[in-house]
């Protein structure tokens, strides 16, 4: 495929994935956007559930007054208009559930719902109505109880169906959310005042004949309405409208100063058996009043969750458009950046590619384009005029990097043969198996390449006592070999001019601080044998901890880590003393072993290391180093090693007894 099918190609894939990327936003802009008419339509639903649940509450009230005989006959005027209150509403709502179509869940199972509510309303409402004529006055009292108890199971229902309609769409944005909460809190708390003022109207009318139940449930009403007002306050932490919050605050207010406490009065007073200071139409007008400031802060949050919907409404439709917009704007970007590609990019590509292939094929004669544009075609065209001039110089540069390439693998093999050598004089400093003063020791060492940052080392003191260290350079190579000589050198003297009485801390201290700055860091265990007192320490600077492999096989961990040296130059150390009796050992060792990683890259580990240590405890040490070296060279699966590896065993050896010692 030719550049200029392949630039055409890559504008017109470019393009269409910008419109397909715009068109994706739109696509998502218009669900948005029917998701905000869908919540639109379940508001509106809602709020005519919660108004016709209010009127029905009210009905249910001033329908059971008038069947206990304490509503006035003016108040048959009243029953009728909430009646029609309640079926206005009703049918509303089926008329908007019928509007929205699909955009609601389960729109069929919700209209049934709604008609057989209002059918079962409609019967209710003829059997009281046939309980209120004159000739039946004594029997509707018996009546007024199962009136009642329809009609709060009707109440039920429909905020039953509000609640399923709103966890069916559930509002995303939370101060929807919120206000869609405070009005299900707001229904409880209306309902529970609701239904005690039907039942204490019905209490203080007879309040001798009041029994235990009917107190019960004025106190459970009471108690209900409690926790709705604790449920709204614990709404209020999300920033609502200040509007919202007045409303909510006003109605509070007067529940808790006017209502509340006049409830409480009249339950201690059925309670007590004491006359009450309110009569039934007393009550029931207080009750009306503290019913309708809870009306209002419920159309408060309903005109709040409107005016939010409506808001929503609207940015998504401008949003829909504006991305539309965009959409045709990008196809004409499309088509014109194309145009321009191909007149201004692909035809001046083919003149040069020409041109290219001919320079290429040595004709050195053929014409090039000319051309005095300013951008990179220009600068491409300029190159090949100077490409000819440039044939003779890269020939002559070839050559000599010919002869270059001769003395580089000379200097190579020189560099390898001075690595050998020095890697053998690094395995000379290190102190073969041998045994100091009732302490043998054995060592194993194995480079990651010729020459390794690991050294340690075995020194006799002239006190009687055997000093040792180990060390590990960071890094690897040529740098931290240098860096491990001079370690050795320093240490092995450190260890053999100490001064009696000299703690181990203070030279390892002494070398932290005078150790250069510009050369790495390293960790080390410096520690001592007293084969007189059976005592051993060590100083450990960042090393991994060293095991003690007791004589019974037991294996101990000693030390917990410390800082490398020529870390932090203000860095102490502690020295770690523990017994080493007859036939104990100390197995010393650097992170290349532990940190060995096999062929499915997992490390060595300290815990395989101190499972292979147990499994042979009761092996001679070299015995035990030359059983570690074939696992880890199976663990491995090859014969190099990522990083360095050493380690130095000592083993505390039994005393020997004279020959004319007395038993």
Same mark, same amino acid.
């Given at each position: 495929m030719k550049i200029r099918h392949i630039l055409l190609i890559l504008t017109a894939f470019l393009g269409v994935a910008l419109l397909v990327a715009v068109a994706?936003?739109?696509?998502? /802009?218009?669900?948005?956007?029917?998701?905000?008419?869908?919540?639109?339509?379940?508001?509106?639903?809602?709020?005519?559930?919660?108004? @016709?649940?209010?009127?029905?509450?009210?009905?249910?009230?001033?329908?059971?007054?008038?069947?206990?005989?304490?509503?006035?006959?003016?108040?048959?005027?009243?029953?009728?208009e909430v009646r029609r209150q309640v079926d206005d509403l009703l049918n509303t709502a089926e008329r908007e559930i019928v509007a929205a179509g699909g955009?609601?869940?389960?729109?069929?199972?919700?209209?049934?719902?709604? !008609?057989? +509510?209002?059918?079962?309303?409609?019967?209710?409402?003829?059997?009281?109505?046939?309980?209120? =004529?004159?000739?039946? @006055?004594?029997?509707?009292?018996?009546?007024?109880?199962?009136?009642?108890?329809?009609?709060?199971?009707?109440?039920?229902?429909?905020?039953s169906s509000r609640m399923t309609i709103l966890q069916q769409e559930r509002p995303l944005d939370p101060v929807l959310r919120t206000e869609a909460n405070l009005r299900a809190f707001a229904a409880i708390l209306s309902e529970s005042i609701a239904r005690n003022q039907a039942l204490m109207s019905r209490a203080l009318a007879s309040p001798s004949s009041v029994g235990s139940l009917e107190i019960d449930a004025i106190s459970q009403n009471a108690g209900r309405a409690e926790l709705a007002w604790e449920l709204i306050d614990g709404q209020l932490t999300v920033p609502l409208s200040e509007s919202v919050r007045e409303s909510v605050a006003r109605t509070h207010e007067n529940y808790s100063t006017t209502f509340a406490p006049l409830q409480k009065s009249m339950l201690a007073a059925l309670l007590g058996k004491v006359? *009450?200071?309110?009569?039934?139409?007393?009550?029931?007008?207080?009750?009306?009043?503290?019913?309708?400031n809870i009306a209002l802060m419920q159309r408060e949050l309903l005109?709040?969750?409107?005016?939010?919907?409506?808001?929503?409404?609207?940015?998504?439709?401008?949003?829909?458009?504006?991305?539309?917009?965009?959409?045709?704007?990008?196809?004409?970007?499309?088509?014109?950046?194309?145009?321009?590609? =191909?007149?201004?990019?692909?035809?001046?590509?083919?003149?040069?590619?020409?041109?290219?292939?001919?320079?290429?094929?040595?004709?050195?004669?053929?014409?090039?384009?000319?051309?005095?544009?300013?951008? /990179? +075609?220009?600068e491409m065209n300029d190159a090949l005029r100077v490409f000819k001039a440039n044939a003779i110089q890269r020939q002559r540069t070839q050559n000599e990097k010919q002869v270059l390439h001769a003395r580089l693998r000379e200097a190579y093999g020189q560099l390898q043969k001075d690595l050998e050598a020095a890697a053998v004089i690094q395995r000379t400093m290190l102190p073969p198996s041998s045994r100091l003063d009732?302490?043998?020791?054995? @060592?194993?060492?194995?480079?990651?390449?010729?020459?390794?940052?690991?050294?340690?080392?075995?020194?006799?003191?002239?006190?009687?006592?055997?000093?040792?260290?180990?060390?590990?350079?960071?890094?690897?190579?040529?740098?931290?070999?240098?860096?491990?000589?001079?370690?050795?050198?320093?240490l092995s003297q450190a260890i053999l001019t100490r001064t009696q009485g000299t703690p181990l801390e203070e030279i390892a201290v002494q070398i932290n601080e005078e150790w250069p700055e510009d050369l790495p860091y390293f960790t080390m265990i410096l520690g001592?044998?007293?084969? =007189?007192?059976?005592?051993?320490?060590?100083?450990?600077?960042?090393? *991994?901890?060293?095991?003690?492999? =007791?004589?019974?096989?037991?294996?101990?961990?000693?030390?917990?880590?410390?800082?490398?040296?020529?870390?932090? *130059?203000?860095? !102490?150390?502690?020295?770690? /003393?523990?017994?080493?009796?007859?036939?104990?050992?100390?197995? +010393?060792?650097?992170?290349?072993?532990?940190?060995?990683?096999?062929?499915?890259?997992?490390?060595?580990?300290?815990?395989?290391?101190?499972?292979?240590?147990?499994?042979?405890?009761?092996?001679p040490s070299s015995v035990l180093l030359g059983r570690l070296d074939d696992v880890l060279r199976n663990w491995r699966g090859s014969e190099t090693l990522d990083d360095d590896l050493s380690v130095l065993m000592l083993e505390r050896l039994a005393e020997r007894i004279p020959a004319n010692a007395v038993h």
């Open positions: 994706l936003q739109i696509r998502d /802009e218009l669900r948005e956007y029917q998701t905000a008419k869908r919540m639109a339509a379940s508001n509106t639903v809602r709020e005519q559930l919660l108004l @016709g649940t209010d009127a029905l509450e009210s009905e249910r009230s001033q329908t059971y007054v008038r069947l206990i005989g304490q509503g006035k006959e003016a108040g048959a005027l009243e029953l009728r955009g609601l869940t389960n729109t069929d199972r919700s209209l049934a719902t709604l !008609s057989r +509510i209002h059918r079962e309303i409609e019967t209710l409402r003829e059997q009281a109505d046939g309980f209120l =004529r004159p000739a039946d @006055g004594m029997r509707s009292e018996e009546f007024a109880p199962r009136w009642f108890q329809e009609a709060t199971r009707l109440v039920g229902e429909l905020q006359p *009450p200071s309110l009569g039934p139409e007393e009550w029931y007008g207080l009750t009306e009043m503290a019913l309708g005109r709040s969750s409107r005016e939010r919907l409506e808001a929503e409404l609207s940015r998504a439709r401008r949003s829909v458009a504006l991305w539309s917009v965009l959409l045709l704007l990008g196809a004409a970007a499309v088509l014109v950046s194309i145009l321009v590609v =191909r007149r201004r990019v692909v035809r001046p590509l083919e003149g040069l590619s020409h041109a290219m292939l001919r320079l290429a094929d040595n004709d050195l004669e053929t014409p090039l384009p000319r051309s005095s544009r300013g951008d /990179e +075609i220009g009732g302490v043998e020791y054995h @060592g194993l060492f194995r480079p990651s390449s010729h020459i390794a940052g690991d050294t340690y080392n075995v020194v006799r003191r002239t006190d009687g006592s055997v000093g040792f260290f180990q060390v590990d350079v960071a890094g690897h190579g040529a740098a931290a070999a240098l860096v491990s000589v001079a370690c050795h050198h320093t001592e044998i007293d084969p =007189r007192s059976r005592r051993a320490s060590i100083i450990q600077a960042g090393h *991994p901890s060293p095991l003690v492999i =007791r004589s019974d096989g037991a294996v101990e961990v000693i030390g917990e880590g410390g800082f490398p040296v020529g870390m932090l *130059p203000a860095a !102490s150390y502690d020295r770690l /003393e523990f017994d080493l009796d007859p036939g104990d050992r100390l197995f +010393i060792y650097s992170d290349g072993l532990v940190e060995a990683e096999g062929q499915d890259g997992e490390q060595f580990s300290e815990g395989r290391l101190r499972t292979l240590v147990r499994e042979a405890a009761a092996d």
